[in-house]
């Protein structure tokens, strides 16, 4: 009889089936629930998780994934590394911990930014000279006697000292790395007292392993773990959305008691490791994909474990991927889906289940699960074979894509003087980045139509009326290109998800974005294409409302692409290639239908970047592939605009040129016009808007702060190839904001103009 193997999971999903930790952390924060209240619907949240992970037969449950904001900030919190603008003296505390990822009256919060390529965000350690670490049990101790008490075995999981440093953000000249000591006391500090409450294993997640990392760091990995391994618990170190294949022999060597690979993102890796994997260590797999919520194929997972199984014996681990905190909980909440579709679908819970099913074939043979296993295959074929998986006109016509589906009739400089006979718009033309702030009204109506209790005539009259008092403001304000306001938007996804064919949506289907932030992103499960036309009704109806050009507003296929959870089934880059088909043939109804300007919004070009830099250029071609696919049937009179925002570009500007949109608008103020100088160094050939001004705050700024970033960007790119815009839409702001900041905009692009 073989040895058994273990299985277990990095994390799970904290936020609750039905979002109960959102809840309760917003009303603790709104004054209305106390801190010992809140601490106790945590506790039941826990408690049921950990219930879960016990009834799917894991060997262990996960304690520490737990966090009322985010994990990474949990560890700042944990070794009291708050930064000093803060002044929390000594400790951090509830309120303190939420004062650094929410912000107070007088400091602004920690940044966030994403968590590796997923749509999570962390918040950002500040660290420098000054920095102290001093371990407070009461972030993490508590939660681990929880689960004891409740009798279950525990294994502990935390970011890894060397995770989070190289996230944080030093103080300028401060070396990171020379905080590690400290916080190596600290980590050493904690997992003494874990050993000494019985905690059977320590997981330190050290996904910055897939990262390019520099020489001094992947030294510091011998150092800690070194010095770790003193404490007297077996380590698990954990890497996950990449391999780490090319740190196999100094891994090996590590003395740690298991490695966890990602062999969902990096299959090959497995060889590396497999061979001479020494004979006191645990090998983790995680074959469960955590970043998606598909079924998985068992037999498949199960033929590639075989081997594994074999050289390994009970030294063999099998796990998801990664962290089931980017996936749902529970697909059984799912009642509206179609039942077919739902069929082939597994959320964190579900994937529990998948693995008690792997752990039963690989201990007492595949006969004990034939039936779990059978209904895995049958799901996966059926899938397969679904007529709405596959579409055969849609792969012909990605088959039949050519180079000159991707480029514009002529070069930019022919088109821009053919757009401007038509367009005769003044230097610095002054826009909108599409959407009007949605009131309540808005809401309502879209509300009322969706539920069915108005009737479509009602809501298209409601809609009507909106875009009409959008474009007389607009009028009013002296805007030159204008826009129809998109009051008929929920969300720049599932609003044309849900005209699409290929596209599912869930209803609790909601992952953790930041803080009490979720998102519930659309599924793409089957081949893409568009119907019947989806926004040109609106955007003629708000043409013939005008004699000035009017902008049609588009969300781009990589958008369209990386916020919603896509099939696994076929490559990205494909789905991309329909997704950019269907919205090419609406930028030709629009253009068909008089439109002149067309937007085509990519604010997640940067979203895509794979984490190593040597697999970027493959990915930033067929990304600009797909937009120019996109953008490119329409004739060189009709002007292609392009917007992102969110992000740096300077790493990325020979990709964003090659889009060859005719106009791209940026979000700038909040740098200061930094960004638009790196588009200047590069020579951007096309136009530029660069925001005058951030949206994302009530403040209306003076007429000579935006007059000297218009300045400024003047100083940077030709009067000729310059326009005058917000950073981006308007759609969370109010009416009296946004008229007061858009008519000081205007002013200001007038008086430059006069300057010119
Ligand atoms: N056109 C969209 C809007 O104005 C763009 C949104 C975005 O960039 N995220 O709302
Ligand atoms: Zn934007």
Redesign the pocket.
Known sequence: MTASIATHILGFPRIGARRELKAAVEAHWQGRLAADELHCVAAGLRARHWAQQKAAGLDFVTVGDFAFYDHLHNVTALFSAAPERFGLGGTVDLAGYFAMARGTAQQPALAMKKWFDTNYHYLVPEIGPRTTVKLDRGWLLPEVREALALGHQVKVALPGPLTWLWLAAAEPGFDKLRLLSLLLNGYFALLSELAQLGVRWVQLDEPVLSLDLPPDWIAAYGVVYRELAGAGLPLLLASYFGGVAEHAAWLKRLPIAGLHLDLVRAPGQLDAFLADWPADKVLSLGVIDGRNLWRSDLSRALASLAAARATLGERLWVSASCSLLHVPHDLAQETRLDPRIRSWMAFAEQKLGELAVLKRALNEGEAAVAEPLQAAATAIEDRRNAPSTRRDEVRARVAALNERDTQRQSAFAERIAAQQAVLQLPKLPTT????FPQTAEIRAARAAFKAGKSGEADYVAAMQNEIRFVVDRQERLGLDVL?HG?PE?ND?VEYFGEQLDGYAFTQFGWVQSYGSRCVKPPVIYGDVSRPKAMTVEWSRYAQSLTSRPMKG?L?GPLTMLFWSFVRDDLPRREVALQLALALRDEVLDLEAAGIRLI?I?E?TIREGLPLKKADWPEYLDWAVRAFRITAAGVRDETQIHT????SEFNDILPAIAALDADVITIETSRSRMKLLEGFAEFRYPNDIGPGLYDIHSPRVPAADEMSELLQRALEVVPAERLWVNPD????TRGWPETEAALKTMVATARAARANL
């Open positions: 909108t980045i599409g959407s826009v998109e938007r720049m507003m969300s937007q919004d604010p917007h992102m925002c969110y981006c839409g308007l759609k």
